[in-house]
């Protein structure tokens, strides 16, 4: 079955860390670009970063410095580290590739 399974997240204060990771099974995540995007309530799903398959990333601007995405294709999965979090860094992430989607988990920033 292919399928994208995350793990990590929870609740964390402000300024505070936390990793996130992206297993892929059924297929290589080899040669293929992770996204990652997150959902806070009541608001649309927004693109959060991109890892290609050749490891250059790109970030939207309210993360850019405080988050890292990574991957190791030896073991199919995919990370995204997340540092100085702040309250609006809420919401469900979720990763991608392709057109596949990790079943989300929450991250919630609160003192």
């Known amino acids: 079955q292919v399928q994208l399974v995350q793990s990590g997240g929870g609740l964390v204060q402000p300024g505070g860390s936390l990793r996130l990771s992206c297993a892929a099974s059924?297929?290589?995540?080899?040669?293929?670009?992770m996204g990652w995007y997150r959902q806070a309530p009541g608001q649309q799903r927004e693109w959060v970063a991109t890892?290609?398959?050749?490891?250059?990333?790109s970030y939207v601007d309210s993360v850019a410095g405080r988050f890292a995405a990574s991957r190791e294709n030896a073991k199919n999965t995919g990370f995204l580290q997340m540092n100085s979090l702040k309250p609006e860094d809420t919401a469900v992430y979720y990763c991608?590739?392709?057109?596949?989607w990790g079943q989300g988990t929450q991250v919630t920033v609160s003192s």
């Open positions: 991608r590739i392709i057109d596949l």
């Open positions: 059924g297929m290589p995540l080899s040669g293929r670009p």
């Open positions: 890892i290609t398959s050749g490891g250059s990333t």
